[in-house]
């Protein structure tokens, strides 16, 4: 099983800020690497898949690079709504899917 | 519009069995694999089951093989999970989600409509 570790586990930033976050998996993924978002009692959202393509209507501060084992989501310009905890999800060797345990972004 | 609706959690007792449903609607059901994904109280998540969309192929993580299984009613518009044997690690509000693409032999594994969840909480 893949293992998926994020990092930082809380990252805690102004609006108009930019959040970097990082996902490293335990062997090679390709760039079979998503994220995804979730906001306090709701579902998760697809933001980013195949490291690096956007999500059908996810605004274009939203960005992700990598490949291999160390991936990385970049925020620019922090919008009061994209407070919220973020997870990498890998499905290059499945099953199972895996996910990361998730980094929380919150309002400094 | 895609929306998922699960429905069939509740408080059991361990041991104990409990069938979850998804009802789909807004898509053509039939085209799409549907997942199952959980999300322990204040935990991550955690990828569950899949199902492809003609029902043919069937995945599980290791920890519910051989005591949960996914089906699916296309001409009903539904989904199920039916969980046997539950235990304490079961707790979760478990969510319904629609595989990316229409049509594929193997499910793309990724997740883009999701519905709200319902929560299962087994307990003695």
């Known amino acids: 099983e893949i293992v998926l570790t994020q990092s930082p586990a809380t990252l805690s930033l102004s609006p108009g800020e930019t959040a970097t976050l990082s996902c490293r998996a335990s062997?090679?993924?390709?760039?079979?690497l998503a994220w995804y978002q979730q906001k306090p009692g709701r579902a998760p959202r697809l933001l980013i898949y195949?490291?690096?393509k956007r999500a059908t209507g996810i605004p274009a501060r939203f960005s992700g690079s990598g490949s291999g084992t160390d991936f990385t989501l970049t925020i620019s310009s922090l919008e009061p709504e994209d407070f919220a905890v973020y997870y990498c999800q890998q499905r290059s060797n499945w099953p199972p899917v895996t996910f990361g345990g998730g980094t929380k972004v919150e309002i400094k | 519009q895609v929306q998922l609706v699960e429905s069939g959690g509740g408080v059991v007792q361990p041991g104990t069995s409990l069938r979850l449903s998804c009802a789909a609607s807004g898509f053509t059901l039939s085209n799409y694999g549907i997942h199952w994904v959980r999300q322990a109280p204040g935990k991550g998540l955690e990828w569950v089951s899949v199902?492809?969309?003609?029902?043919?192929?069937?995945f599980y993580t290791d920890s519910v093989k051989g005591r949960f299984t996914i089906s699916r009613d296309n001409s009903r518009n539904m989904v199920y999970l039916q969980m046997n044997s539950l235990t304490v690690e079961d707790t979760a509000t478990y969510y319904c989600?629609?595989?990316?693409?229409?049509?594929?032999?193997?499910?793309?594994?990724?997740?883009?409509?999701w519905g709200q969840g319902t929560l299962v909480t087994v307990s003695s």
């Open positions: 062997q090679s993924v390709g760039i079979f």
């Open positions: 199902i492809s969309y003609s029902g043919i192929n069937e």
């Open positions: 195949d490291a690096s």
């Open positions: 989600a629609k595989d990316l693409q229409q049509l594929v032999p193997r499910p793309t594994l990724l997740l883009d409509h």
